[in-house]
């Protein structure tokens, strides 16, 4: 690890000169700008980490705590989030690792606004939650003075935890085709990610390969209301329709008015499958109750948590990737494949 002398040496400065302006005391101690400059460029270029003991958030019994930043991106996943934090928990607490949690907003495309260099060096890891394709393109072209590791998002620089996108989309298809299924349809919204282009991909490609028809794929806005609108044009569009694969569990959940306008009763002739991202439990006591995919949100964030405590305690142990993967629960609007 880079010490201060060594940067000292470097720019032919004292080690007291690099401790004041690496703790942002330059112009109190009235440094010059040009000096504060190359010592910062010296630092950076060495790879120089700040002790992370010396930001370490004293607990009682005399022992450290290490602060973890979760960026999570500040729109309709909230709820999302309220499973993903309980994972973080559980992990926490049947690890007694002793992490303090600091959730830190971000609006989708401006993480390199919210990544202040001061937030980062008061921490000891970060954790990048929902990250979109821009923000993965600064991640891929920056270098960060913590471990950083990224839920649900495909990386070749960072250590990550993903849900097995290709099972989500493919089980759908799968199901649908065993019941004899011909016309399916999706329902979505935009993709954020790669994973969702990857889930409706492996969806169509399952329904062509089982002798369906291509996908109709119909995208709306992420909330309940989106979901029973398109639900109702898709159905006025395409009657033939005998199955329907709703990306966001939301979408399904409002889709159930739309059904029961046109009559339509489950179990029946149509049948339809939820992606299960969200907190709440509707799905369950609904009616119809939803057969879902169901992702292991808390289980992707106890593996996150994990994986943080050993790159915080085992500097350059290299990228570690995992996949976790996904069940299917049969209720009554999709029975079990046959």
Known sequence: MVTIKEIAREANVSPTTVSLILNNKSKERKI??????????????????????AVSLKKGGGQFSYRILVFWVADTRAQTMLRFFRGIEAAIEEDGLPFEILLQPYKPGALQSAMKEALLLSCHGVLVCNAAEADLEYLEASRFPR??????????????VVMDDRSIGSIPGEIFASHGKKHPAVITTLPTFSGMSIRRNLFAYTCRSRGMEEPVVYCCKATGRSGYETTRQLLEDHPETDCILYMREGLALGSLRAFSEQGISFPGKLEFIAIA??????????TPTLSVVHLPLEAVASECTRLMHRQIHAAGCGIASKVMPVTYISRESCPDMR
């Open 277 to 286: 991202d969200s907190a709440l439990d509707f799905s369950e006591v609904c």
């Open 147 to 160: 471990p950083l590791i990224l839920y649900n998002r495909y990386s070749k620089k960072y250590s990550s």
């Open 32 to 53: 010059s700008a040009q000096t504060e400059q190359r010592v910062l460029q010296i630092a950076e270029r060495m790879g120089y980490l700040p002790n992370l003991q």
